[in-house]
C-alpha cells in the first residue's frame, strides 16, 4: 500500500505517541519508587520488582511480538498494544497492593511489546524514499531518548500535584489518541498468513531473555548464596541452545541469524546496545550522585540527566537527514567515540564544578543520539521487508539489554566500590558501609557528631561514581572499535541498505 505525503508524516507522529509512552513507563518510576513503596507498604523485593516487571517481561517478549507482527499485521500489533496499555494503565493507577501493581507493570509490558516492534515496522513500510525513511526513523530515536529522559521529570511533577496513580492514570488519554489516529492513517498491509508463528519458539525466547536478566540482577546482591543466579543462568544457557536449535529447523523463524551476516545489521545491533549501556549508565550515576551527596531533589536530578536527551536531538535528526552523505560508520563508530570523550569530560564535574558535568553529558548525548538513530536505520535498512517487524524486535532488543545490563552491572559495581572504599570512623555502626542511603541515615541521628562519617561515605561515594563513569567510558570505546571495523566499507557515499524497499 502506498501511504500519502501527509499520512506519512501522521503516522510518525501516531507511532511517536505510543513509543513515547514505552520508553516514559521504563523511567518513571524511578522518582515515584519511594512514594509508591511508602503508599502501598511495599517491602524492599516488591519494590524491585515494581521496577523490574516492566523491562524484564517486555524484553522476553519483543522477539516474539516482532515476528507475530509480521504475520498478522503490524497495525493490527499496535492496536491491541495500545488496548493492552491503556487497561494496565488504569489498574496500576488503582492498584490497592503493591502484587497488584507488580502484575499490572508485566500487563503494560505485554501491551508494549505488541507495540515497540510495530512503531518501527510501520515506518518501514510507509517511507518508501530512503532519505525520508532515514529521517523518520531519526526523529524515532531522538523519541526513545527523550522518553527515557522526561520519565524522572514527569513523575517528579506529577507526584508534587496528583496521587501517586497518576504516573499511570497520564497514559490513559494518550493511548485514546494513539488509537484513533492509528485507525484513520496506518498503512492497512496485507498480512501474510502463509507464515507460520512459532509459539515454542516464542515461549524458548522470553525463557532466556527473562532467565539472562534475572541472573545479571540477581549476581549484583547474591552475597553468600549464588544459589538463584547460577540456577538462572543455567536455565538462560539451556534455552538459548534449544532455541537457537529450534530456528535452524524452520521454514519461517523465530529470528533469522542470517540477518547478523550483514556487517551494517551486526554493527547496528551493537550500536544500539552499547548507545543505551552509555545513556543508562551516565543516568544511573549522575542521578544517584547528585541526590545522595550534592542533595538535589528527583525533579533537579531528573533535569540534570535530561541534559543528554538535549544534546541528542540535534545529531540524531541531522544524522538521519545526511546519512546518505555522511555514512553508517562516521554516524554510529564516530558518535560512541564521541559519546566516550563526552563522559570522560562529565567526571571532571566532581572536582571542577558542576559546568564541566553539564557540558560532558550534553556532549555525550550528541554522540550516543548520533549512533542510536543511525543504528536503528542499519538494523532496519538492512533487511528485507517481509521481517521488517523481526529486524524491529531485534532493535529493541538491543536497546532494552544494553540498558538492562547497565543498571545490573554499574549498580552493583557502585554498590562495590563504595562498600570497599568506605573508611569509617571508629564506633560506627557497620550498616554504613552498606550503601550511602544507610550511612546518611546514622549519620543523621547522631547530630553533629554525624558530620565525619557523612564526609567519609560521601568521599566514597564519589570514588564509586568516578569508577562507574570510567567503565561507561570505556565500554563505549570498545562498541566504537568495534562498530568501526564492522563498517569500513560504509563511509561517506556508501549504501546504507541492501535490501530493496
Same mark, same amino acid.
Given at each position: 500500500m502506498t501511504v500519502s505525503p501527509r499520512n506519512r508524516w501522521a503516522v510518525l507522529v501516531t507511532v511517536a505517541a505510543g513509543l513515547l509512552l514505552i520508553t516514559l513507563d521504563n523511567s518513571i518510576l524511578y522518582t515515584a519508587l519511594p512514594t509508591l513503596t511508602r503508599e502501598l507498604g511495599?517491602?524492599?523485593?516488591?519494590?524491585?520488582?515494581? +521496577? &523490574? !516487571?516492566?523491562?524484564? #517481561?517486555m524484553a522476553g517478549? $519483543?522477539?516474539? *511480538?516482532?515476528? $507475530?507482527?509480521? %504475520?498478522?499485521g503490524h497495525r493490527l500489533m499496535f492496536l491491541i498494544g495500545l488496548v493492552l496499555f491503556g487497561i494496565a494503565s488504569l489498574v496500576a493507577a488503582f492498584a490497592p497492593t503493591a502484587n497488584v501493581l507488580i502484575a499490572a507493570r508485566a500487563? $503494560?509490558?505485554?501491551?508494549?511489546?505488541a507495540m515497540m516492534p510495530a512503531t518501527l515496522a510501520l515506518l518501514r513500510v510507509s517511507f518508501t524514499d530512503e532519505k525520508e525513511r532515514n529521517f523518520a526513523i531519526a526523529i524515532w530515536g531522538s523519541i526513545s531518548v527523550i522518553g527515557v529522559a522526561l520519565g524522572p521529570i514527569i513523575s517528579g511533577f506529577l507526584l508534587s500535584h496528583f496521587w501517586w496513580g497518576s504516573v499511570f492514570l497520564v497514559n490513559v488519554p494518550v493511548v485514546a489518541l494513539a488509537f484513533i489516529s492509528t485507525l484513520i492513517v496506518a498503512p492497512r498491509v496485507a498480512p501474510d498468513r502463509s507464515r507460520h508463528w512459532d509459539f515454542v519458539s516464542s515461549v524458548l525466547a522470553l525463557v532466556s531473555l527473562a532467565a539472562l536478566v534475572i541472573a545479571i540482577k540477581e549476581t549484583a546482591h547474591a552475597g553468600q548464596s549464588w544459589a538463584v543466579p547460577a540456577a538462572a543462568a543455567a536455565i538462560g544457557l539451556i534455552s538459548?541452545?534449544?532455541?537457537? %536449535?529450534?530456528?535452524?529447523? @524452520?521454514?519461517?523463524? @523465530?529470528? &533469522?541469524?542470517?540477518?547478523f551476516r550483514n556487517p551494517a545489521f551486526l554493527a547496528g545491533t551493537l550500536a544500539a546496545a552499547f548507545a543505551m549501556f552509555a545513556f543508562a549508565g551516565l543516568q544511573l550515576a549522575t542521578t544517584q550522585r547528585f541526590q545522595l551527596v550534592a542533595g538535589f531533589t528527583p525533579m533537579q536530578a531528573g533535569i540534570l540527566v535530561s541534559l543528554a536527551a538535549i544534546g541528542s536531538l540535534p545529531t540524531a535528526m541531522l544524522g538521519g537527514a545526511? @546519512? =546518505? %552523505?555522511?555514512g553508517l560508520r562516521i554516524l554510529i563508530a564516530g558518535g560512541l567515540a564521541v559519546?566516550? #570523550?563526552?563522559?570522560? +569530560? *562529565?567526571?571532571?564535574?566532581?572536582? =571542577?564544578?558542576?559546568?564541566?558535568? +553539564? !557540558?560532558?553529558? #550534553?556532549?555525550a548525548g550528541a554522540g550516543v543520539g548520533a549512533a542510536m538513530s543511525v543504528a536503528s536505520t542499519a538494523i532496519v535498512g538492512n533487511a528485507p521487508v517481509k521481517n521488517a517487524g523481526m529486524a524491529a524486535s531485534v532493535e529493541e532488543v538491543s536497546f532494552e539489554f544494553g540498558s538492562l545490563i547497565a543498571v545490573a552491572l554499574l549498580g552493583s559495581l557502585m554498590a562495590a566500590v563504595y562498600s570497599l572504599g568506605v573508611v569509617l570512623p571508629g564506633g560506627i555502626a557497620a550498616a554504613a558501609r552498606d550503601s550511602l542511603p544507610n550511612a546518611l541515615s546514622i549519620a543523621d541521628e547522631m547530630g553533629a557528631d554525624g558530620i565525619a562519617l557523612k564526609q567519609a561515605a560521601s568521599t566514597a561515594f564519589d570514588r564509586a561514581f568516578l569508577m562507574v563513569m570510567y567503565v561507561v567510558a570505556g565500554v563505549i570505546a570498545l562498541g566504537a572499535l568495534f562498530t568501526g571495523v564492522l563498517l569500513r566499507s560504509y563511509g561517506p557515499g556508501s549504501q546504507s541498505s541492501h535490501y530493496p524497499h
Open positions: 511495599a517491602s524492599q523485593t516488591q519494590g524491585l520488582w515494581i +521496577i &523490574n !516487571a516492566y523491562p524484564l #517481561v517478549l $519483543l522477539l516474539g *511480538a516482532g515476528t $507475530l507482527g509480521d %504475520r498478522v500487563f $503494560l509490558a505485554v501491551g508494549a511489546a538459548t541452545l534449544l532455541f537457537t %536449535r529450534r530456528q535452524s529447523r @524452520l521454514a519461517d523463524p @523465530l529470528l &533469522n541469524f542470517a540477518l545526511f @546519512l =546518505h %552523505r555522511i559519546a566516550t #570523550v563526552g563522559v570522560l +569530560i *562529565a567526571t571532571l564535574g566532581i572536582s =571542577h564544578g558542576i559546568g564541566w558535568l +553539564i !557540558a560532558g553529558s #550534553v556532549l
